[in-house]
């Protein structure tokens, strides 16, 4: 039932580890979307998908990688984390992206990221 | 980039209060949503609104994109209002929403 679904809920691990994050929609959208909240809940994107095609790489350090098997899924792993990685992580997804008539953004429920 | 500006950047109501949050925009947008994070983190999605005027239940949000800006009203305020509330923008084919800083709601029993 539910719309975009991001595992897990919760990730606390080691500085220095490589972890992962993933996401599946199905609502049949085709740009997939993550987006950092830090602690003082300011959002901001850091990639977005189209089919599968990396559109918007903002400014992220390379240790994130973002990886899209097909138009439903988008997972983030990412290597070497640093206390700073530390963060809420949002999936979204919507319809089109790429043409002039932009579409509303639906969002999962978050992954709680938290390095010790 | 588009800069978004939101007010009041933190808010107390008594239950039963009506409360107007605004959100200023630097730049012609195709798309503005408006968002309210609860307290276990979650983003709900409110209202998709790049123009014009929209009510769902006690919130209403209207859009003047020729002025860009964009109010949100919360009418007879409960204590499931609380949270943070975000306004976000696209510009056209822009692939990405830009988010403001949040108005930070807090309704008193």
């Known amino acids: 039932d539910t719309a975009v679904s991001q595992t897990p809920k919760y990730l606390v691990t080691q500085m220095g580890n490589d972890k992962s994050i993933k996401c599946e929609q199905n609502?049949?959208?085709?740009?997939m979307y993550w987006y950092k909240q830090d602690s003082k809940k300011f959002l901001k994107i850091m990639f977005s998908?189209?089919?599968?095609?990396?559109?918007i790489n903002e400014t992220v350090p390379n240790r994130f990688s973002p990886k899209s098997p097909d138009k439903a899924h988008l997972n983030l792993h990412i290597n070497s984390l640093e206390l700073g990685d530390s963060a809420v992580y949002f999936c979204?997804?919507?319809?089109?992206?790429?043409?002039?008539?932009?579409?509303?953004?639906?969002f999962g429920d978050g992954t709680r990221l938290s390095i010790l | 980039g588009i800069q978004v500006e939101q007010s009041p950047p933190d808010l107390i109501l008594q239950e039963g209060a009506n409360s107007t949050l605004r959100c200023n925009f630097s730049?012609?947008?195709?798309?503005l949503q408006w968002f309210h994070q609860n307290p276990w983190g979650q983003l709900i999605n409110l209202f998709y609104i790049p123009s014009g005027t929209k009510q769902n239940g006690r919130l209403s949000a209207t859009t003047v994109a020729t002025e860009r800006y964009s109010l949100l009203y919360i009418s007879s305020s409960q204590t499931t209002d609380s949270g943070v509330y975000f306004c976000?923008?696209?510009?056209?084919?822009?692939?990405?929403?830009?988010f403001g800083g949040g108005t930070r709601v807090l309704v008193k029993p």
């Open positions: 730049d012609s947008v195709n798309n």
């Open positions: 998908y189209n089919n599968k095609e990396l559109i």
């Open positions: 979204a997804s919507s319809q089109g992206g790429t043409s002039l008539s932009n579409q509303p953004q639906h």
């Open positions: 609502l049949g959208h085709d740009t």
């Open positions: 976000a923008v696209e510009k056209a084919a822009g692939n990405k929403l830009t």
